[in-house]
Nanobody, 115 residues
């Protein structure tokens, strides 16, 4: 069964850092289209960062300069390095993959930033 496995969420103080990891099956990862989304309480899920073929990336304006998405092809893993965290970054973060025009999602990992 195709699966995305996330780790790295937690509780941090404002200004701190977290690194999220998402490991996908080889087949899904080979689609070369991985992303992180987040959903805060009462809000819609939003794209945070995406990485595609050739390590092309794009970011939400709200996280530019603070978050970095990267991947390790040998480990089928995508990362989200989050620095200078703000309380408004508090959300459930979801790993996403697109393979053959189908979206795959992780279970989500909670990130809470205290002020």
């Amino acid at each position: 069964q195709e699966q995305l496995v996330e780790s790295g969420g937690g509780l941090v103080q404002a200004g701190g850092s977290l690194r999220l990891s998402c490991t996908a099956s080889g087949r899904i990862f080979s689609g070369n289209n991985m992303a992180w989304y987040r959903q805060a309480p009462g809000k819609q899920r939003e794209l945070v960062a995406r990485i595609t073929s050739g390590s092309s990336t794009n970011y939400a304006d709200s996280v530019k300069g603070r978050f970095t998405i990267s991947k390790n092809n040998a480990e089928n893993t995508v990362y989200l390095q989050m620095n200078s965290l703000k309380p408004e970054d508090t959300a459930v973060y979801y790993c996403n993959a697109i393979y053959r025009w189908t979206n795959y999602w992780g279970q989500g990992t909670q990130v809470t930033v205290s002020s």
